[in-house]
């Protein structure tokens, strides 16, 4: 069965902190690895797609990783807002797909406080 | 603005009734996929459709189904086989290409009367 763990399950920071988040999987032959943003009783919001050819992707302030070979993958924040607080899941295709049906983390909750 | 359109935001379900879930998307994605999430379980696939008229049963199907008419549509029927409804549904779409980011709308929160 193919799992997807996300630790911590929460994380609270001052604002200015730079932190990371991590995700890790079971499935060593993923294609590629989605980290998302859910705001409270929001839908998911897709913040970054990281191909397994790739090592990193970012985007602003915003940096992602994956390791296939050792099953992770970090989220890199820098200089955290209080806007940053919401929960952030990851997400792979299944089966050795490169796109479709998705299984999920748990998220990890983030609080960024003034 | 492209996106995707699920609607009622809210939705109540009295004992023995089936309701219907809509999602809409006009980004000509081929790809449509139902989630329901659950406090502390993440997110759990129901269905899915990789093209009109033909879907797939998901982890999670039982109690559950839903139609592909339209490129455009994929809407859930939350019959009363399903015994314990009240979640957070959420509907996605992508294109059937590789390394293609999923997309998602807003959600619709279904509890019981």
């Known amino acids: 069965k193919q799992e997807v763990t996300q630790i911590p399950a929460a994380l609270s920071v001052p604002e200015g902190e730079n932190l990371v988040l991590n995700c890790s999987f079971t499935?060593?032959?993923?294609?590629?690895l989605q980290w998302f943003r859910q705001d409270p009783g929001k839908g998911l919001t897709s913040l970054l797609l990281i191909q397994s050819s790739q090592r990193e992707q970012t985007s602003g302030r915003l940096n992602a990783s994956l390791d296939k070979s050792s099953g992770r993958s970090t989220l890199y924040i820098a200089a955290s807002q209080p806007g940053d607080s919401a929960t952030y899941l990851c997400?792979?295709?299944?089966?050795?797909?490169?796109?479709?049906?998705?299984?999920f983390g748990q998220g990890t909750i983030l609080t960024v406080h003034p | 603005d492209g996106g995707i359109t699920q609607s009622p935001k809210y939705l109540f379900r009295k004992e023995g009734q089936n309701v219907t879930l809509s999602c809409e998307q006009n980004l000509n994605h081929d790809a449509m996929y139902w989630y329901r999430q659950d406090p502390g379980q993440g997110l759990r696939l129901i269905y899915y459709s990789q093209i009109v008229n033909d879907f797939q049963k998901g982890d999670i199907a039982e109690g559950y189904s839903v139609s592909r008419e339209k490129k455009e549509s994929f809407p859930l029927t939350v019959t009363s086989a399903q015994k314990n409804p009240t979640a957070f549904y959420l509907c996605?779409?992508?294109?059937?290409?590789?390394?293609?980011?999923?997309?998602f709308g807003d959600g619709t929160r279904l509890s019981i009367l």
């Open positions: 996605a779409s992508s294109m059937s290409e590789s390394n293609q980011p999923q997309h």
């Open positions: 997400a792979h295709p299944r089966g050795g797909t490169s796109y479709g049906k998705l299984t």
């Open positions: 499935d060593s032959a993923i294609y590629n």
